[in-house]
């Protein structure tokens, strides 16, 4: 490559600020086999673009190099740029100067040093390009969602809507998910059973649709548009298929008093099972855990009276590979249980609360549960250790969130809203209750929330304090809540009956497990990443991967289902297509080189490699070397360093761009 | 956080070989979050660190750089599944060849940072830099370069080498 152009980018200032940019394009200039450069205010602005689709034509130039921001950020406009100027895509790079240069050190000299620095190794990179060309690879129009709670629904109906099949998959009995334990929702007070329940008869009914419940995600293997997904069908020990859900199994069975998980551990059930009456599937499910039959082999009592004969204590777990081209991830959240310090976690626990060892602490879901109509109290609000009508409830917000020492430092969102709500259900279902609210400050940013948050306080009576809770403890048969009203400035003590905690929202568990398994990547709290915190907000880094609800970060109900939408949205924009187009870096092998002695087929974590044969003209074998199946190459380069006689090569990273960029140091 | 803009004696090269997806990432953070950190890195992007050859370190200590950081994703993390692993074992290997051959393994560090600990590359970058500051220029590799058997393929005295009397002799012998 002999006339590469270097375009370089001022990013309006903050390039400009720190790097004396004129100097970088002089620099370039003088770079032999440049033939062309220039810097512009904004290279990505439609005016940028057309200096540099000109250049390239004026010039006759047959490599690009922009030095402007990330190639995260840019690389595929400027190489549609190129691409539309006649060259090949592939020859079109970007020197990162704003994320790694302009943006990280204030001192002109040194950072225009660096700047020319980066421009000279890309330009090397550059001029040892190849063309390439993308390889196109079909698309299985069959999308999988992990995770049945109204962001896995909402996604599901609508690719579903769209016409596509869909497997969704969720690790509990019954989807429905957190949604679904709630007893009302903001800002409307719409009873959240009532909207959510006819979803999830209709994903049950949707013919596209194919529900797998009780299941896990085992292994995930391929790439955009051809993923084949091993999904973990954990034994029910009851026969789906024969199962007609009388519920005569769960009346019959003689161990009932174990705590029910879908209403926080405040109601019982029995070993078999189902999560809640209206749980779709509506298939009950036996927990071996607590059943006298899988701990002492003595009991069989479902068997007998279930008529189908649908209870199967010899079921196993059984695997099945779904072939789908996207996948939509939707596992949710759970709340930050406070009582103690989570194992091997640099998350603090709130000891000085006495969550977990005073019983009438509760936390906010707990709470949904009692006001719900189908929960363990019919929908009174009756405090866990006495069953009494609490008169005086303490709701204490910012409890795990927001605070750095206790190690999350993030807002949850939700909690100033729900928080709100419950003070009116508490005020509707108690009428001479008095609900008292401690708050940081009161974030309603949503329609109609602040109008709601208001109500709450000005119409329902609910006191709002503003300052933390430094100490509970029991006194008799009240909790003394010990804090401080820094609006007043003064110390407030608050003998209550009830404390209800809105505890920080945190990802599922094992969300950093489930995130490996994808090939995603995750933060520190195991919330998963976005590709791009403006723009693609939806999309993981990964390709054919979408994120939907409060996986990514604490969401509220609106926000999680437009967000699944916008999932689903990405994911028929992809099946769209009959042929997807990929990246070309992917691996080849020099057959002349190869000695076939197949250590790159060892370390290929695809299984791209396969042996090939060569044969004479009389069909003797000559002698085996590697292939690289492109569709399947992955193009991280392990097998490229791992090669001894140097006869692998991935294409867009070759030893010889690599090598020339390192002289150029 | 402001950087020092103190004037030192000495300003070593750094080379920075990185993974694209958590490292490059990371460093990409560190920019939008406005960190700062010293400005003696380079930055070379590779897929992934399974992708690094560790001839490719040596090269860069020999072309001048005084320091070296290999950095990928943590360990599970890895976007091609098990890239960094291979990475890992190959430069546990390799550390101990370095070590073997003279050099001092505080000018070679591996990392992991991932795309989510902008504030974990520049605490990288500033402690290697600052630590190979105050080891000093590294001449050894340098120095060899300059010697005929390194810079073969380097092209300038590739002719002088192949016809070399020895070298004839020895291509005589054969034919």
């Known amino acids: 490559m002999s006339r590469i152009g270097v375009f370089v980018c001022h990013c309006g200032e903050n390039i400009s600020r720190t790097v004396d940019v004129e100097q970088v394009a002089k620099a ?153 334990q709630l007893s009302e929702t903001f800002p409307t007070l719409d009873c959240s059973q009532c909207i959510m329940t006819p979803k999830m008869v209709d994903v049950a009914n949707h013919p596209n649709i194919t529900l797998f419940t009780y299941s896990e995600i085992e292994k995930v293997e391929g790439y955009i548009g051809n993923f084949q997904v091993t999904v973990k069908h954990k034994a029910r020990s009851v026969d789906e298929k024969k199962c007609t859900g009388c519920g005569v199994c769960m009346t019959k069975c003689p161990k009932k008093k174990i705590p029910n998980e879908f209403d926080q551990g405040h109601g019982m059930r029995p070993a078999i099972y189902v999560p809640f009456p209206q749980a779709v599937p509506n298939t009950p499910v036996i927990d071996r855990e607590n059943c006298t039959m899988f701990q002492s082999g003595k009991c069989g009592v479902c068997a007998k009276v279930c008529g189908p004969g649908a209870v199967d204590y010899e079921q196993k777990d059984t695997f099945t590979v779904e072939d789908v081209g996207a996948i939509v ?58 069953g009494k009508e609490p008169k005086q409830v303490v709701f204490i917000q910012c409890v795990g969130s927001r605070a750095r020492e206790k190690g999350i430092s993030y807002c949850s969102k939700v909690c100033c809203m729900y928080t709100a709500k419950h003070t009116m259900l508490y005020h509707h279902k108690v009428h001479d209750g008095q609900a008292y609210v401690f708050f940081m400050d009161a974030r309603t940013p949503g329609k109609g929330y602040d109008e709601f948050w208001r109500r709450a306080v000005e119409e329902e009576e609910a006191v709002y304090i503003r300052g933390m809770v430094s100490r509970m403890y029991q006194r008799g048969d009240k909790i003394v809540v010990m804090g401080s009203d820094i609006q007043v400035g003064t110390q407030v003590e608050i003998e209550a009956d009830l404390v209800v905690l809105a505890t920080a929202v945190q990802p599922q568990d094992g969300a950093d497990l489930l995130a490996q398994k994808l090939g995603i990547s995750y933060d520190k709290y195991n919330f998963y990443s976005e590709a791009h915190a403006k723009l693609k907000p939806v999309e ?126 | 956080m402001h950087a020092e803009t103190k004037q030192h004696d000495f300003e070593p090269k750094i080379v920075a070989f990185v993974c694209t997806w958590c490292t490059y990432a990371g460093a990409d953070l560190a920019g939008t979050s406005r960190m700062q950190y010293p400005s003696n890195v380079r930055v070379l992007k590779f897929p992934c660190t399974g992708r690094i050859d560790p001839v490719f370190i040596l090269r860069a200590f020999q072309k001048g750089a005084d320091g070296v950081l290999v950095s990928g994703c943590h360990p599970g993390d890895c976007h091609y599944m098990a890239g960094n692993f291979h990475a890992r074992r190959r430069f546990a290997a390799f550390r101990a060849l370095l070590s073997f051959v003279g050099v001092d393994l505080n000018r070679l560090q591996f990392s992991w940072v991932s795309a989510a600990e902008g504030g974990k590359w520049v605490d990288v970058v500033t402690e290697l830099t600052e630590r190979v500051r105050t080891m000093g220029p590294m001449p050894e590799f340098k120095e060899l370069e300059h010697e005929e058997q390194w810079s073969t393929f380097a092209g300038a005295s590739a002719d002088k080498v192949l016809n070399s009397p020895e070298l004839k002799e020895a291509y005589d012998s054969i034919g």
């Open chain 1, 329 to 386: 991830v939707a596992t949710g959240f759970k709340l930050y249980t406070i009582d103690r310090k989570p194992e091997g976690s640099p998350i603090q626990g709130y000891g000085e609360f006495g969550y977990g060892t005073i019983p009438d602490i509760i936390d906010g879901m707990t709470f949904e549960r009692l006001a719900s109509a189908s929960g363990p109290t019919g929908g009174k609000i009756l405090r866990p250790s006495d």
């Open chain 1, 28 to 180: 370039a200039g003088e770079i032999p086999g440049v033939a062309y450069s220039c810097d512009y205010k904004y290279m990505c602005s439609d005016p940028g673009q057309t200096l540099l689709k000109k250049a390239v034509a004026e010039h006759k130039l047959d490599g690009v190099l922009v030095a402007a921001c990330s190639p995260r950020m840019h690389e595929k406009t400027f190489r549609k740029a190129a691409e539309a100027a006649g060259l090949n895509p592939y020859l079109c790079e970007m020197a990162n100067i704003r994320e790694h240069c302009s943006w990280v050190h204030e001192d002109r000299g040194m950072a225009t040093a660096k700047a020319k620095d980066i421009v000279k190794l890309m330009v090397e990179r550059v001029r040892k390009g190849k063309s390439l060309a993308p390889i196109t690879v079909p698309v299985t129009k069959r999308a999988l969602v992990i995770g049945g709670g109204i962001a896995g629904i909402q996604a599901a109906l609508d690719i579903a809507d769209a016409g596509h099949k869909v497997v969704l998959v969720e690790r509990d009995p019954s989807i429905g998910g957190h949604m679904a």
């Open chain 1, 540 to 665: 993981c880094a990964t390709a054919g991967i979408y994120l939907a609800g409060a996986c990514q970060g604490p969401k509220d109900i609106p926000d999680t289902v437009s967000q699944a939408s916008a999932a689903a949205a990405k994911v028929m924009t992809l099946f769209a297509k009959d042929q997807l187009e990929r990246d070309p870096v992917v691996a080849k092998v020099n057959e002349k080189y190869c000695v076939g002695c197949f250590a790159c087929k060892k370390v290929c974590a695809y299984g791209a490699i396969e042996e090939k044969e060569i044969r004479d003209r009389q069909g003797n074998l000559v002698k085996k070397v590697a292939y690289v199946n492109p569709g399947v190459c992955g193009g991280c380069g392990t097998c490229q360093a791992t090669c001894p006689s140097k006869s692998i090569e991935l294409d867009g990273y070759t030893d010889e761009q690599i090598m020339a960029m390192i002289e150029a140091l």
